[in-house]
């Protein structure tokens, strides 16, 4: 018996899939998120595992998979999920911020900032977090930075309603602005298995090193918020609680639209256009200067294009 074909090619003779059915790809992704899940939610562990059995028993009455496939395909997920875990522990992610807010002209205010160590913690792509380190943004007493909080000012005073809206829905969706349309094209475009894990784990990697670039670059200038510069600026989406240069929002889509383009020639010009609009969101809600987006924008190209070169040595 042949294990280049499924059950019910057996019976029909028709393939339904151009792989082989050992071992089960779903029985591998689903072991390896449930290895992964536990070990962060212990107390779900009962209802993870009935998750995966549901996911090995549809593949078994699909004729699908064998019960080998799927036997074989949870193990080898959980071998997956310990290596994960065991990179994770070593990341630096878990390291104690001891440090103080530094205090002057132009700086940060506030307490307790949001992942101060992210800069320093271990990424997927980049050699280390200050790897495409920007240079220093405006600094406060310069024309610059006069001119891009009076521009900040016109906008917050009288936001055009495209503007208003492209802030507000962009900031609602969090992190979906780049996972959201990312779903869309793994449907639209009929991914198989492979073809959706090498997308959605390159944006996943992209993302984290974008965090992790951006938030060295925050927490080295802890360049103040616009309306911490000037509090007649209100801002009208939420102000997250760390340094405005550079845009987390400008990194990540860059970076992302960036590898889309790459993996989908077709999508360039949409994708480009979703990471313009995300960067200017910042702006137009009013928590960010244009050169947060600007030096956001170039670090995100500059992660994305390790992320291709990635890509390419991997046969893609």
Do not use: C
């Not at 999920?81 to 103080?100: E, M, Y």
Request: no cysteine; aromatic share 8%.
């Amino acid at each position: 018996m042949t294990p280049d074909v499924t059950p019910v090619a057996l019976i029909s003779g028709v393939i339904l899939a151009p792989e082989p059915s050992y071992p089960s790809e779903q029985a591998a992704l689903a072991g390896t998120a449930v290895g992964i899940l536990t070990a962060f939610f212990p107390k779900e562990e009962a209802n993870l595992k009935a998750m995966v059995a549901e996911v090995g028993q549809a593949r078994l009455l699909m004729g699908a998979n064998y019960r080998s496939d799927i036997d074989a395909g949870f193990a080898l997920g959980q071998t997956v999920a310990q290596k994960a875990l065991a990179r994770a522990a070593t990341d630096g992610s878990d390291a104690q911020w001891t440090g103080t807010v530094p205090t002057g002209p132009g700086m940060w205010v506030g307490k307790d900032p949001l992942e101060p160590l992210m800069g320093t913690w271990k990424p997927w792509l980049m050699t280390r977090g200050d790897q495409f380190r920007p240079e220093p943004p405006p600094a406060i007493d310069s024309a610059a930075f006069r001119e891009e909080l009076a521009l900040l000012k016109r906008i917050n005073s009288n936001p055009t309603p495209s503007q208003r809206a492209i802030a507000t829905n962009i900031a609602a969706k969090s992190l979906d602005f780049v996972w959201e349309p990312g779903y869309a094209l793994v449907r639209r475009e009929r991914l198989s298995v492979p073809q959706e894990v090498r997308l959605l784990a390159s944006i996943g990697a992209l993302q984290w090193d974008a965090y992790i670039a951006a938030h060295d670059a925050k927490y080295l200038y802890w360049r103040l918020r616009p309306s911490m510069a000037d509090p007649t600026i209100v801002p009208f989406i939420p102000l997250p609680n760390h340094p405005a240069y550079v845009s987390n929002a400008a990194i990540i889509a860059s970076a992302v639209a960036e590898l889309v383009g790459h993996m989908f020639p077709q999508e360039a010009a949409y994708w480009q256009y979703l990471g313009e609009e995300a960067g200017l969101s910042r702006i137009y809600g009013g928590i960010h200067y244009p050169s947060d987006e600007r030096a956001g924008n170039q670090m995100g190209k500059s992660i994305a294009a390790l992320a291709i070169q990635r890509d390419q040595l991997n046969g893609q």
